[in-house]
């Protein structure tokens, strides 16, 4: 290899992180090979899930590259475009489903909630980075309402799934950042109390949904047919599947959504329980290897930042696999890095990029 080369290679990867690109990396292919088997061979569908990939990795890289301490100065007016778009989601938005969740740009359409997934815990760690030297309880009452705000504009569009993953990567900032047992106790009273309320408030197809959790069959061919086909999809698996390409339920077209919200329930049955064991590690993988990278991070904003993207992809996955395995309500949140959809795949590169970003310039303080 030649010097040159050698210098362009290391321009490009030097502020790569071996685990978290290889495990990503790992990840998105098997959901290109998944994505093959669910979608019947639809190569059209797998080569644009290829494009969403290159424009993840791009982005990926992107932030990757980016100083920390420039990520802090992006917080704030990230957070606030991100509010922009929302409200303009409220007022102009597009209606798909019954949910007005889209904002057509004319060239693309764009889910803004997905932007908030790392805009709300960028800007919380930067509001508790300014003001770590004299942090009090007043100062968590605002992370509240900076958390509260679009958390409201999102479940009014409505989009339950996608609020929920908000709040928790919200809840985890505020967590890291020293938020007192005694304020998450009453804060959980409080919320139990209001659940009575929480349910009046709640639209009737999500009432269903909860209470098909306990009951599919209740309702086997309208709100309890998701999880009844998926968990007979993952049971079917076994121990080893019934290999690539020869999943019964999915290719007699028995899975909903088998190729974005329930495609665990397809990769469940051709791979079996060992497959999901090698889904799981590679999963624990990168989610342990960021929170080594919250442990060693140099600065509050970081350590905060870098631990809420963390749990939150965590979140991501375990409320998927619930969900898929009939154990969580269904609530429309996509398998990270598996799923096909390109809004949610930058949206978690884009993490991965500013954990990766954390890692490799560590040495550096925020000015």
């Known amino acids: ?54 424009i993840a990795f791009g982005v990926m890289w992107a932030c990757a590259n980016i100083p920390p301490h420039y990520l802090a100065r992006l917080a704030l007016p990230l957070y606030l475009l991100g509010m922009l778009l929302l409200a303009a989601v409220a007022l102009f938005g597009d209606v798909v ?60 569009q409505p989009d339950l799934g996608t609020a929920l993953l908000i709040t928790a990567s919200g809840f985890f900032v505020l967590f ?80 909903p959504e088998r190729t974005t919200d329930f495609i665990f329930a397809v990769y469940s049955e051709e791979f079996g329980l060992f497959g999901n064991l090698v889904l799981l590690a590679t999963f624990l993988l990168v989610i342990g290897r960021g929170m080594m990278i919250t442990a060693n991070a140099p600065t509050l904003f970081t350590r905060l930042l870098a631990g809420a993207i963390t749990l939150t992809f965590f979140t991501y996955a375990f409320v998927n696999m619930g969900m898929v395995s009939g154990i969580l309500p269904v609530v429309g949140v996509p398998l990270p890095l598996i799923s096909y959809g390109g809004t949610a795949l930058v949206s978690i590169c884009l993490g991965f990029g500013i954990l990766m970003s954390i890692a490799t310039h560590k040495k550096l303080v925020q000015t």
């Open 97 to 156: 489903h019954g949910a007005r969740r889209w904002l057509d740009l004319g060239i693309t359409r764009i889910q803004p909630s997905e932007l908030m997934k790392i805009a709300v815990p960028l800007a919380l760690a930067w509001y508790f980075d300014r003001y770590e030297a004299t942090l009090r309880l007043g100062n968590y009452a605002v992370a509240v309402v900076m958390l509260a705000i679009p958390i409201a504009l999102i479940v009014r």
């Open 1 to 54: 290899m030649t010097p040159a080369i050698r210098r362009i290679g290391d321009y490009f990867t030097r502020h790569i992180d071996g685990v978290v690109f290889g495990t990503v990396l790992g990840l998105m292919a098997a959901g290109l090979m998944v994505l093959f088997s669910a979608s019947n061979a639809n190569l059209a569908r797998v080569s644009g899930q290829l494009a969403n990939m290159l």
């Open 176 to 255: 890291l950042a020293g938020l007192s047992w005694r304020v998450i106790a009453g804060l959980a009273v409080a919320g139990i109390a209001s659940l009575p309320f929480a349910w009046s408030v709640l639209h009737d197809y999500q009432r269903q949904r909860i209470l098909t959790l306990f009951d599919p069959a209740q309702d086997p061919l309208g709100t309890g047919y998701h999880t009844i086909q998926s968990t007979i999809a993952v049971g079917s698996g076994g121990l080893f599947g019934k290999g690539w390409l020869n999943g019964t339920q999915t290719h007699l077209d028995f899975i």
